[in-house]
């Protein structure tokens, strides 16, 4: 509603902070652990995969909240990480938690 309030904002970021970061809650991020079986279903835009473990695609995440609210206890908003600090340089790195290179995790990613 406040793009269609205000209309076309910009900011100064990073010289001075950015006002409206403070409202937006962030990116979803990964904070346990589920079989593929307890987060069918959870995500309107297919963000949420099960490969060796839960990841979120933070690129196809609408930030609906779904998740969050559905599983508490493997979902959160993440902390720390709102407006332009939490963008991200490659498509990879919107993958969340990371995978280390290892030949087992590249063989399954």
């Not at 100064?12 to 006002?19: N, T, V």
């Not at 196809?60 to 709102?82: E, H, Q, Y």
């Amino acid at each position: 509603m406040r793009g269609l309030r205000d209309g076309v904002v910009t900011t100064r970021w990073p010289k001075k902070p950015d006002e409206y970061a403070g409202a937006w809650r962030g990116p979803v991020t990964v904070i346990g652990n589920a079989d593929s079986a307890d987060v069918d279903g959870l995500c309107p835009t297919g963000a949420i995969g099960v490969a060796d473990r839960v990841r979120v695609d933070q690129g196809k995440c609408i930030l609906c909240g779904r998740c969050v609210a559905a599983r508490p206890d493997l979902f959160a908003w993440a902390a720390g990480a709102t407006g332009p600090g939490a963008a991200a340089l490659t498509r990879e790195a919107l993958i969340v938690p990371q995978v280390a290179e290892t030949d087992e995790t590249v063989a399954v990613v």
